[in-house]
Structures are given as C-alpha cells and as structure tokens.
C-alpha cells in the first residue's frame, strides 16, 4: 500500500473511534503520533532493505507482528511514564493498521499466501526484487492499477474527514516548519 493510503486508513479508523468513544474528533498530538504511526514500519524496513541491504525485505522487522507487540509495550511505558496516553494509543493504532493494510485481501477468500511477513523472523519471507535504493523502488515498483485508484480515493476521502474535524495536528506541523525555517534569533 501506498503511504497515502496508510494514512487513511489510519485516520479513518482513529476518527471513527474519537467519535464514537469521546464524541469528539481526534485531537492535534495524537493525530500526529498517528500520522507517524502510519507510516512506522515503512519508515523501518524500506531503507534497511532498499538502501542499507541490512534487512531481507521491505516488510520484515517492522511489519512483524513480534516486532508490534514489542513496540506496542514499549510506546505503553513512555506513554504512560509521561502522561501521554493517548498520543501512544494513537500511534500503536497507526501502525497495526499499517500492518492489517498491508495483509493482502486474498486472505477473504481463505489464501494466506502473502502475510509471511506478519510472522518474520519466524517465517521465511518470499524474495523481494531487487531495487537500486528507496527511489528507484518507488519509481519503478508500483503502478497504478485498480488498487492504487482506491488507495487515492480513500486518501480524498480521508483528507475531507480530516479536514471537517478542523485538520487536528496540522497546527504543530505548521509551527515546527516555521521555526525550522526562521534563524535563531529571530523571535
């Protein structure tokens, strides 16, 4: 899936359950931990294989499900350690449903064929084709087919949600470029 669609998914599933639990939508610090969650076990596994050579392929170690309850633990500690619960609970959502996303929709039909991944180390992965680093593997590995035109079109769809929740999180991305834009000194 593509990161897009990782998000949406992410944001969908997140503000549904701010709705319904709190009647609320999500709010700014935890809708980013969720953005960031989202995109997780890519922004792990992808240059580890593509670039570094230092995994086996673009979805192990961060795609593992023995990787997730380890994370899910870890981020449970510092969240709570730090009072900060519910940006933990929104990232550990991002990225268990950047690992359902990526669980290939055969499996309705019984085929399970294709989440190896979800097992690794434990399971053996099928081979990944070669790639000369994370941009070439962008460029030239996926295509947009059927799949891809849905990814997009559940991202429009989640970007309007977000947007009608009063875009939660885009205010500290904004501050954090702006002050990565500034000079020191200028405030």
Do not use: N
Request: no cysteine.
């Amino acid at each position: 899936m593509w990161p897009w669609g990782h998000l949406a998914v992410a944001y969908l599933l997140y503000t549904a359950y701010t709705h319904r639990r709190f009647d609320r939508p999500p709010l700014a610090l935890p809708a980013v931990a969720l953005a960031i969650g989202s995109q997780f076990p890519d922004l792990i596994d992808k240059p580890l294989a593509w670039t570094f050579d230092v995994l086996p392929g673009g979805r192990t170690l961060g795609h593992s499900l023995a990787f997730a309850a380890v994370l899910t633990l870890v981020v449970y500690v510092f969240a709570t350690r730090f009072e900060y619960r519910r940006v933990g609970f929104a990232f550990v959502v991002g990225h268990v449903s950047h690992l359902l996303a990526d669980v290939p929709p055969t499996v309705l039909t019984g085929d399970l064929s294709g989440t190896e991944f979800l097992l690794w180390p434990f399971v053996d992965q099928p081979a990944d084709e070669p790639v000369d680093g994370i941009l070439e593997a962008f460029l030239s590995y996926y295509a947009m087919g059927p799949y891809e035109v849905f990814q997009l079109g559940l991202f429009v769809v989640a970007a309007l949600v977000w947007y009608r929740d009063g875009a939660p999180g885009l205010g500290y991305v904004s501050a954090a470029l702006d002050r990565r834009a500034s000079p020191a000194g200028d405030e």
